[in-house]
Each structure stands twice: as structure tokens, then as C-alpha cells.
């Protein structure tokens, strides 16, 4: 059943063994050079989990997007990287993955003190919603700078999510300790909203001082595409997420830095 959806969702016919290519894999992660960062030897497990997460979850595009297998596995990619060595169980309880062209408006209803309600349109990259979707824009090319990351950031509040809520504070894995994700994660939060307030070009996205969550969901976009510039600036909050995520991709892209030519 779950291999007669994959293939179905791969557009892989009605094949034996659901499998896909060499090439179309080196494709689509050509586009993706930060899973550089991961050992190679996990790169089979990552295409695996990616394709168990598409046989699982439902695809839709919006506005008339036509998804193609390439962008499926790429965000498929994407979405897994951060559960790779937490596993598909922490995306449990939703199926939906919707996927826009770009970016997009999301009518938003708010009431103030008074209690009077404001209705206003809000122009996003992408939205998580706790127990349902996660809406993601596509962007054809390479439209997104190195360090931001859409999919990352969506799958990462899903995370934050997973024992409820959105406050940068996820399900800790076991040995980790909370009090010292909350040290790490709020001296950081602090001096990076400094920051942003005394209006300093910051290299890590100013949106990550909105919310401690939204916190998290930045800084984990740029553990993983730009993982020394996180070690750079908040190694407490590294040193964290390498526990949390169980990867360590500062240390690989520290490699292909020295054997670069
Ligand atoms: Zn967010």
C-alpha cells in the first residue's frame, strides 16, 4: 500500500520496488549543497526517511502549482533533515504539506483591547499550523539566500509544536537538559533582539527576534545551511541544537573549507 503510493506520488509506475534513480537523486540534491554538511554515510537514510515522509504526508499545490516529483523529494529532503536522527514520529498527527508559488497572503483576524476586531492580509514565506498543514512558497532556482530555508524553518516550528505550542522550546531528547537549552536559547534570544533593535545589519534573519519561536525556527535554518555562521555567533545555542538534531554540520563544513582550492 505505502510503496504503491510512493510510486504513484513519483510518478514511478507500477515498478516492483519503488525506487528512484541515481540521477534524479543527484538532481534534486544538487540544489540542496547544504546536505553536504551531513556525513555521506547518512545521505542513504535521509532518502529513505524522505520517501517514507512523502508516503505518509499529502501533497497539494496551490494556485494552480503543478508539483513534480523533483520538487516533492526536494522538500521531502528538506523537511526530513532536521528529524533524521529523531525520526518521523515527531511529525505525527497531520498529513497536509500545501505548497505555493512564492510567497503569499494569509488573511489574519485580530482583536485588540478594546475588542474591537482587525482584519489585515499578511504576506508569508510559509505557515505551520499546530495539528494541521504546513504551507511552504516554492521558488524556482536558487531565489533564497544561503542561510534561509522556508522548509527548514516550517518543519522546525512543527518541532517546537510537537509538545504543544510555539514558544522555542521543543520536545528535548533524552540526556538533554531544559535548563540549559533555556540559558543557552535566552542569552542568545536577548542579545540578538539588542541587536536588531539598535537597527545592526545582523548576518542571522532580524525576523528571528519576533518570538522565541520564531527564534528557533531561524536559528535552526541556519544550523543547517550555514552552520559556521550560528558557531560564529551563538555557539551556546549551537552546541544545543547539535545535541537536539544529532548532527554536528559545523564540523563538515569546516572540512570542505580547509580542502577547498
Ligand atoms: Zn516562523
New binding site residues.
Given amino acids: 500500500m505505502v510503496f504503491a503510493r510512493i510510486r504513484h506520488w513519483l510518478g514511478l509506475g507500477a515498478r516492483e520496488v519503488p525506487s528512484v534513480p541515481d540521477d534524479q537523486w543527484a538532481r534534486v540534491e544538487g540544489r540542496l549543497p547544504f546536505l553536504d554538511f551531513l556525513p555521506a554515510e547518512d545521505r542513504p537514510r535521509l532518502r529513505a526517511l524522505a520517501l517514507e515522509f512523502l508516503a505518509v504526508k499529502q501533497f497539494h499545490g496551490a494556485h494552480g502549482l503543478v508539483l513534480d516529483d523533483d520538487m516533492l523529494l526536494g522538500i521531502a529532503l528538506q523537511a526530513c533533515l532536521p528529524i533524521l536522527n529523531i525520526g518521523l514520529r515527531a511529525y505525527a498527527g497531520w498529513v497536509g504539506v500545501i505548497v505555493y508559488p512564492g510567497d503569499f497572503v494569509i488573511p489574519r483576524r485580530e482583536y485588540d483591547e478594546a475588542g474591537v476586531v482587525h482584519e489585515y492580509e499578511d504576506e508569508v514565506l ?3 499550523w499546530e495539528g494541521g498543514p504546513v504551507l511552504v512558497s516554492w521558488f524556482e532556482g536558487e531565489a533564497q539566500p544561503a542561510g534561509v530555508n522556508v522548509v527548514i ?2 518543519f522546525a ?1 512543527k518541532l517546537d509544536m510537537e509538545n504543544g505550542g510555539v514558544d522555542g522550546l521543543p520536545r528535548l531528547r533524552a540526556g538533554m537538559s531544559r535548563q540549559a537549552w533555556a540559558t543557552a536559547f535566552s542569552e542568545a534570544y536577548e542579545a540578538f533582539c539588542d541587536e536588531v533593535d539598535k537597527g545592526v545589519e545582523t548576518e542571522i534573519d532580524p ?1 528571528g527576534s519576533e518570538h522565541p ?2 527564534f528557533f ?1 531561524v536559528v535552526s535554518e541556519v544550523f543547517f545551511e550555514a552552520p559556521s555562521v550560528l558557531m560564529r555567533h551563538f555557539p551556546q545555542v549551537y552546541a544545543q541544537l547539535r545535541q537536539f538534531y544529532g548532527v554536528d554540520p559545523a564540523a563538515r563544513e569546516a572540512m570542505f573549507a580547509e580542502t577547498a582550492p
Fill in positions: 510559509g505557515e505551520a524553518h516550517e516550528h525576523y519561536g520564531e525556527a
